[in-house]
């Protein structure tokens, strides 16, 4: 039988992913540092391995002869999502993927290099490689997919978002904002000139930091027996979902950064965590894409982790860690600060957004055509000055260069990030409208009925269906703004 | 060309040897208590692929056909070292491997559990299997590499050592511990009731041992940009030689057994750091055996770390460390301990060659069919009674159950620690005549010379010779126990 052919050829798979999975948690956390020429080699030989097994030829006998098999609802859709797989992983040709492949790591090591010294002018063209190649590869998977580029893009990484849908989602966000962040700025500024700020300053070992973060993560539901925290330069969630490993990097100055850090891998890791276990090996089985991962990670940081009613809980718990004594409206301030930026990574949640429109739109003008890479800085700047009224053109290294998406060809990725924010604060929605005290549970540190909302509406259905039919499914509505403006206006607004 | 072929073939096993490392050294240091189910699996899966591309038959016919081609002599060797774990690996038939690992695995895990127990007659019948199984594999072998059954079976470990010369050099080894036990045991009393012995307890951080440790690794050659020292519950030395993973166990009551167990281990890893790093990817420029991986081993922890003159360097350093002040006269006593004892491992290094030799003899005996498995009992007890002077016939936990080698079928593996012994201080003895004043730099905590001279003639030569061949190579004679017994003669003798 074929489907039992492809069962076991996932398992092959997941044994090659489980060992890239952790040997790359491994690479960041605890390889010796003169390991690193040796690792990249075995990654990269694993890496081929598994795209030689997971494109080989059988394996698309098997998949075209297991739709004629007799199946139930699961495993027909455990095979859907493999031919979603192999589709995506096929329909680019090997000699492309190559020269791809190097041109991206040629101009990722040059990027690093450059962005160091702000020096647009001498990454532009190794840039201009990278737009010519994904403009031809955006090409070949929207003829092979039946879409348009940008969407045959963004299928890679959320299968189902459109443009068609998510660009007017995004307009009326840009519009919300363009009035909605003043506003912020000038409740902030009254709030701080009535009461003066408790500086958020002072000496926290990172052992202390440490065991609070560990306590914060058991008690929003994170599973210790299936998973740790380590300290990496980059905070990621990785590993596998019975051994997740997050990350955070720690001040001993102040506390918080590492704290939401935590909350935020967390996030990512509880969804890992509670993905349905028989389907493991099959794609079925994994997280559904990245703006949904990224909403459980927003969920447990912002809707949760930066929620007035969870401070009440938590501030005892600061205490006891740290033996230091806050209230919530010393506190809260820092959590809620807002702040015009020029980096995307430092924004809160209320600018975030206009940091990944401008991208969004800036791809689809470069792939389109009616942008060049050469015309990026000075786009890039009208719009900085436009959405957040700050100008970067002197500074490309905290402008177009700040982020490794482009110059490692990842276009199209993006509108995750803000996709996320705005499917949290959706989800969030629902769960206030199932339970109506449920801040009462927070102030409690009570995560139950919110993390079985989770499990069984995101979490237990793994990539059962596409991202907008999950959110539908989980919220009764297709993806909106509106949640995510209510969100902030109560939480900044006046 | 067959050769670039081979050379290919051979960087794909070592990313999955790479693999496997690390996720076996990830295991005992940094998983997730829950991960050990998954991790398995993709252990085994990432086994079989590596036993499928190593035995695969195009294998045999490129090694066929590089043996025509022109080859300089490195190149030779590593094509002869492939063939060598190419027939190793393809002379059992894959039924009877599948049949011998289900059979192993049974037999593992009863043991656990009934050596716990204190339990033979309930394991009895699956070491019988084992039995069986071993004399079907030495056959085989033997068969196949033209040699008798054991030698076929020490072969895996340690290619060319054969019954025919260990044998005599065994049975001379006995007759003088005969001797020499009792004799050492009287020095160490008499020297015991002159003055009296500081105990050795106290209390000692972890982190401070810790630092002692990596002090020590770091002084007797360890490079620690190539690999860490971490925790668990075995020690061990694992990991990738570019990234050398070894770990100890702590007691915060006294600080010499972690300290031994790591010098111990940066033995093994000072082989792994060193080996010729052009042939990494090829059997060739992998460690000699499991004899020679022992000596360099035990060469760190006794040669070394257990003479006199390097204690007159270490005591300052325990000092820095730990805050408190030992004299040798103090120390020594604990460092060179002599206790017959019925257990292997905590053997000290005067009576731990009569465990390997009782194990050694018992094993000729099975494989021969002079003695079966439900013999054993008795038969182990009587030669603990002739060597060592104690009985564990009541007491098979601490008799023929306390090691996993044989619930394992890991038979003609014992020598090795003994081989190991000899040849350390065979190896020490050549040295010492290269270098008649060693023993001042040991006392200046300098290690170069004696790691040089390591270096040079076993390390950088990777698997180029066969164990007796690089040992005659290393130390201008064969292998003999005459220094291994001076070096006891001189440190424990009268």
């Given at each position: 039988?074929?489907?039992?052919?492809?069962?076991?050829?996932?398992?092959?798979?997941?044994?090659?992913?489980?060992?890239?999975?952790?040997?790359?948690?491994?690479?960041a956390?605890?390889?010796?540092?003169?390991?690193?020429?040796?690792?990249?080699?075995?990654?990269?030989t694993?890496?081929?391995?598994?795209?030689?097994?997971?494109?080989?030829?059988?394996?698309?006998?098997?998949?075209?002869?297991?739709?004629?098999?007799?199946?139930?609802?699961?495993?027909?859709?455990?095979?859907?999502?493999?031919?979603?797989?192999?589709?995506?992983?096929?329909?680019?040709?090997?000699?492309?993927?190559?020269?791809?492949?190097?041109?991206?790591?040629?101009?990722?090591?040059?990027?690093?290099?450059?962005?160091?010294?702000?020096?647009?002018?001498?990454?532009?063209?190794?840039?201009?490689?990278?737009?010519?190649?994904?403009?031809?590869?955006?090409?070949?998977?929207?003829?092979?997919?039946?879409?348009?580029p940008?969407?045959?893009?963004m299928?890679?990484?959320?299968?189902?978002?459109?443009?068609?849908?998510?660009?007017?989602?995004?307009?009326?966000?840009?519009?919300?904002?363009?009035?909605?962040?003043?506003?912020?700025?000038?409740?902030?500024?009254?709030?701080?000139?009535?009461?003066?700020?408790?500086?958020?300053?002072?000496?926290?070992?990172?052992?202390?930091?440490?065991?609070?973060?560990?306590?914060?993560?058991?008690?929003?539901?994170?599973?210790?027996?299936?998973?740790?925290?380590?300290?990496?330069?980059?905070?990621?969630?990785?590993?596998?979902?019975?051994?997740?490993?997050?990350?955070?990097?720690?001040?001993?100055?102040?506390?918080?950064?590492?704290?939401?850090?935590?909350?935020?891998?967390?996030?990512?890791?509880?969804?890992?965590?509670?993905?349905?276990?028989?389907?493991s090996?099959?794609?079925?089985?994994?997280?559904?894409?990245?703006?949904?991962?990224?909403?459980?990670?927003?969920?447990?940081?912002?809707?949760?982790?930066?929620?007035?009613?969870?401070?009440?809980?938590?501030?005892?718990?600061?205490?006891?860690?740290?033996?230091?004594?806050?209230?919530?409206?010393?506190?809260?301030?820092?959590?809620?600060?807002?702040?015009?930026?020029?980096?995307?990574?430092?924004?809160?949640?209320?600018?975030y957004?206009l940091?990944?429109?401008?991208?969004?739109?800036?791809?689809?003008?470069?792939?389109?055509?009616?942008?060049?890479?050469?015309?990026?800085?000075?786009?890039w700047?009208?719009?900085?000055?436009?959405?957040?009224?700050?100008?970067?053109?002197?500074?490309?290294?905290?402008?177009?260069?700040?982020?490794?998406?482009?110059?490692?060809?990842?276009?199209?990725?993006?509108?995750?990030?803000?996709?996320?924010?705005?499917?949290?604060?959706q989800?969030?929605a629902?769960i206030?409208?199932?339970?109506?005290?449920?801040?009462?549970?927070?102030?409690?540190?009570?995560?139950?009925?919110?993390?079985?909302?989770?499990?069984?509406?995101?979490?237990?259905?793994?990539?059962?269906?596409?991202?907008?039919?999950?959110?539908?499914?989980?919220?009764?509505?297709?993806?909106?703004?509106?949640?995510?403006?209510?969100?902030?206006?109560?939480?900044?607004?006046?």
């Open positions: 039988m074929s489907f039992q052919k492809l069962d076991e050829s996932c398992r092959r798979l997941e044994a090659l992913e489980h060992a890239m999975a952790i040997l790359g948690a491994d690479e956390t605890h390889m010796a540092p003169g390991g690193g020429e040796k690792r990249a080699e075995a990654m990269s694993l890496a081929g391995m598994y795209h030689r097994q997971a494109t080989a030829p059988e394996m698309g006998d098997w998949l075209a002869a297991a739709a004629e098999e007799a199946l139930d609802d699961e495993q027909r859709a455990a095979v859907r999502e493999l031919r979603r797989q192999y589709t995506n992983m096929t329909c680019l040709p090997p000699e492309f993927v190559e020269r791809q492949t190097k041109a991206r790591l040629r101009s990722e090591q040059l990027w690093r290099d450059l962005r160091a010294k702000n020096d647009w002018s001498s990454f532009l063209p190794a840039l201009e490689g990278i737009v010519t190649l994904v403009r031809e590869e955006a090409a070949m998977r929207a003829e092979v997919l039946g879409l348009e940008y969407d045959a893009l299928e890679q990484y959320d299968p189902g978002n459109r443009v068609a849908e998510i660009g007017p989602i995004f307009e009326d966000l840009k519009v919300f904002l363009g009035g909605f962040v003043p506003e912020a700025l000038a409740v902030q500024e009254e709030r701080l000139s009535k009461s003066s700020l408790k500086p958020l300053s002072g000496v926290y070992p990172v052992e202390k930091q440490r065991e609070l973060g560990l306590a914060m993560m058991a008690a929003v539901g994170f599973d210790l027996t299936h998973g740790s925290l380590s300290v990496s330069h980059h905070p990621f969630c990785g590993g596998v979902p019975t051994d997740v490993r997050i990350t955070t990097r720690y001040r001993t100055t102040e506390f918080l950064s590492a704290l939401m850090g935590v909350l935020h891998e967390t996030g990512h890791a509880l969804y890992e965590q509670n993905l349905p276990k028989g389907w090996h099959w794609p079925l089985g994994k997280a559904r894409g990245m703006s949904m991962h990224e909403s459980q990670s927003l969920f447990v940081e912002k809707q949760i982790g930066r929620n007035p009613a969870f401070w009440r809980w938590a501030l005892p718990m600061v205490e006891r860690h740290l033996g230091e004594s806050w209230s919530a409206e010393d506190i809260l301030p820092h959590v809620l600060h807002v702040e015009r930026g020029l980096i995307r990574v430092d924004a809160d949640e209320v600018t957004p940091h990944v429109i401008l991208r969004f739109e800036v791809e689809q003008d470069l792939l389109a055509g009616r942008l060049e890479a050469s015309d990026i800085p000075e786009a700047d009208a719009k900085m000055r436009d959405y957040l009224g700050l100008s970067t053109i002197d500074n490309p290294q905290d402008g177009p260069m700040q982020d490794v998406h482009w110059p490692s060809g990842a276009f199209g990725y993006f509108p995750s990030y803000t996709l996320g924010a705005l499917m949290a604060a989800q969030w629902a206030q409208r199932a339970h109506p005290s449920i801040e009462d549970d927070f102030a409690k540190g009570d995560f139950e009925a919110v993390n079985d909302w989770r499990r069984k509406n995101i979490w237990s259905l793994g990539s059962m269906w596409s991202t907008p039919e999950l959110l539908q499914k989980a919220t009764g509505e297709p993806l909106t703004a509106k949640y995510f403006e209510a969100h902030l206006k109560s939480r900044y607004g006046r």
